[in-house]
């Protein structure tokens, strides 16, 4: 794990309350803790970091995503420790998930804020919507994502598919693209969302 850490930038910790998670400053690593500082935004976001509990820690290295569960050893104010393992996943960007978004938007900067009918699914690394506007291929186009509501990431999306479609004598536009200029810790944000709406829809199914 100390290696693993020491080469994996833009780490993001996530606890129990998802809506506070941070970044994550490594400070030291052995086999037993990590420890590390606390980047937040609103000190508020402190008194979800609750010894005892269990947070989820994501990473970019040269491949993809480092991920791994943890458990809460203790925090002095921004300064937290966690358990150390050797139980981790690699998730590498063909394997990232596509899942719905979730009373959640896509607004394009540019053009018609309405443009976007519907989204089909989103992942760390792209889009596929309907919309009512014919984009053009290779150019990047300015959005917003709205995952919460208080929580938006800002990039670049370029088209890399688009399909006219005829629906009720109305013509729509199927959009696929890829995002570009997404900073390594909104992809993270990105995959977390798709892991939370996973477990979301896997726990209606049961």
Same mark, same amino acid.
């Given at each position: 794990?100390?290696?693993? +850490?020491?080469?994996?930038?833009?780490?993001?910790?996530?606890?129990?309350?998802?809506?506070?998670?941070?970044?994550?400053?490594?400070?030291?690593?052995?086999?037993?803790?990590?420890?590390?500082? +606390?980047?937040?935004?609103?000190?508020?976001?402190?008194? #979800?970091?609750?010894?005892?509990?269990?947070?989820?820690?994501?990473?970019?290295?040269? @491949?993809?995503?480092?991920?791994?569960?943890?458990?809460?050893? !203790?925090?002095?104010?921004? =300064?937290?420790? +966690?358990?150390?393992?050797? &139980?981790?996943?690699?998730?590498?960007?063909?394997?990232?998930?596509?899942?719905?978004?979730?009373?959640?938007?896509?607004?394009?900067? &540019?053009?018609?804020?309405?443009? @976007?009918?519907?989204?089909? /699914?989103?992942?760390?690394?792209?889009?596929?919507?309907?919309?009512?506007?014919?984009?053009?291929?290779?150019?990047?186009?300015?959005?917003?994502?709205? +995952?919460?509501?208080?929580?938006?990431?800002?990039?670049?999306?370029?088209?890399?598919?688009?399909?006219? !479609?005829?629906?009720?004598?109305?013509?729509?536009?199927?959009? !696929?693209?890829?995002?570009?200029?997404?900073?390594?810790?909104?992809?993270? @944000?990105?995959?977390?969302?798709? =892991?939370?709406?996973?477990?979301? #829809?896997?726990?209606?199914? /049961?």
């Amino acid at each position: 794990m100390k290696e693993i +850490l020491e080469t994996t930038k833009d780490l993001k910790i996530i606890p129990n309350n998802f809506q506070s998670s941070c970044a994550l400053k490594l400070i030291s690593v052995d086999e037993n803790e990590i420890k590390a500082e +606390l980047v937040l935004k609103d000190e508020n976001e402190l008194n #979800d970091y609750i010894p005892q509990e269990n947070a989820e820690v994501f990473g970019v290295n040269n @491949v993809g995503l480092i991920y791994f569960e943890t458990k809460i050893i !203790s925090r002095e104010d921004k =300064f937290i420790t +966690l358990a150390s393992t050797n &139980d981790y996943s690699l998730i590498q960007r063909r394997e990232y998930s596509r899942v719905g978004l979730n009373q959640g938007s896509v607004i394009f900067k &540019d053009i018609a804020p309405n443009c @976007v009918i519907k989204v089909e /699914d989103i992942s760390a690394g792209g889009l596929k919507f309907v919309s009512s506007t014919p984009l053009e291929i290779d150019k990047h186009y300015p959005i917003q994502i709205n +995952l919460s509501t208080n929580m938006k990431i800002d990039c670049c999306l370029l088209p890399i598919r688009i399909t006219e !479609s005829n629906t009720e004598d109305k013509k729509t536009y199927i959009i !696929s693209g890829k995002f570009t200029d997404l900073e390594n810790v909104d992809r993270i @944000v990105l995959v977390q969302y798709a =892991f939370k709406i996973k477990m979301e #829809d896997q726990n209606k199914e /049961d």
